[in-house]
């Protein structure tokens, strides 16, 4: 009795986080190693994605104080022509882009098209912005979908080894079983670690988002108004 329990009291001693890494039979712990990669992976994608709303909602606000401030088009246009632009900005250079190549043709042929090319081209800067935006997102909604499920996979296996462990070594006792369900539940652990903060990101994000294509959108149409006034009189 004492070597059983000494034995009970050894093993509970090794069931630390890093004895339950290394201890684990082979599909638990490439199932532990892959989701703490992706865990991992979530995180870099989270803070990447936080730095880059940051600089939108930023850049976005200063746009918009210097559309509205009541310089001309023109101006406003040759002050961006040398810079990078992102959100508002690149909206707005790509139609008067289009505005500019337009001029000629419609002098000769009419302002009847003008109006529906510049509006194709907001769309498409619309949309290229909104896929850098969204990029990796659905690599979180995966993660947090998916990863306790993995997580889950990884418990099932590492209680199927347990009762093997039982069967083989014939005790009940606690020293034999404790470390197997350990290894178990520790996988489900990693799954929710992983898990949880891709799926409340993603829904942050992906909200953020919708706002920020609802704001381009508005600006699109908005702009779309300046140009057709601006067409109406010329025509």
Same mark, same amino acid.
């Given at each position: 009795?004492? $070597? ?5 009291? $050894? ?8 004895? +339950?890494?290394? %201890? ?7 199932? =532990? ?20 709303? &940051? ?22 246009? &040759?002050?961006?022509? !040398?810079? /990078? ?11 008067? %882009? ?7 043709? *419609?002098? &000769? ?7 529906? &090319?510049?509006?194709?081209? =907001? ?6 912005? =909104? #896929?850098?935006?969204? #990029?990796? +997102? ?6 947090? #979908? ?5 997580? +889950?996979?990884?418990?099932?296996? !590492?209680?199927?080894? #347990? ?6 070594? !014939? ?6 079983? *404790? ?17 949880? /903060? ?38």
């Amino acid at each position: 009795m004492e $070597t059983i329990s000494e034995t009970a009291v $050894t093993k509970a001693a090794e069931i630390s986080l890093w004895h +339950l890494v290394m %201890q684990a039979s082979w599909p638990v712990f490439f199932v =532990m190693l892959g989701l703490a990669a992706a865990s991992i992976w979530c995180w870099a994608i989270i803070f990447n994605k936080y730095y880059t709303f &940051r600089r939108e909602h930023a850049a976005n606000d200063r746009f918009e104080q210097a559309f509205w401030s009541g310089q001309s088009l023109e101006d406003l246009y &040759r002050g961006l022509g !040398g810079r /990078p632009s992102a959100g508002l900005a690149s909206i707005f250079l790509a139609a008067m %882009q289009e505005w500019k190549q337009s001029q000629g043709a *419609a002098m &000769r042929a009419g302002f009847a098209g003008v109006q529906k &090319r510049i509006e194709k081209v =907001m769309d498409v800067a619309i949309q290229k912005e =909104m #896929s850098e935006l969204e #990029s990796n +997102l659905l690599f979180l909604a995966t993660i947090g #979908s998916a990863a306790p499920f993995i997580g +889950l996979f990884g418990t099932v296996w !590492g209680i199927m080894t #347990s009762f093997q462990g039982i069967a083989n070594s !014939g005790q009940t006792n606690l020293a034999v079983v *404790a470390p197997g369900i350990a290894e178990a539940l520790f996988a489900t652990a990693i799954g929710l670690v992983a898990a949880i /903060p891709a799926t409340i990101f993603y829904n942050m994000y992906s909200a953020d988002a919708a706002k920020v294509q609802s704001r381009l959108e508005n600006f699109a149409d908005e702009f779309s108004a300046i140009i057709s006034r601006q067409l109406d009189e010329r025509a």
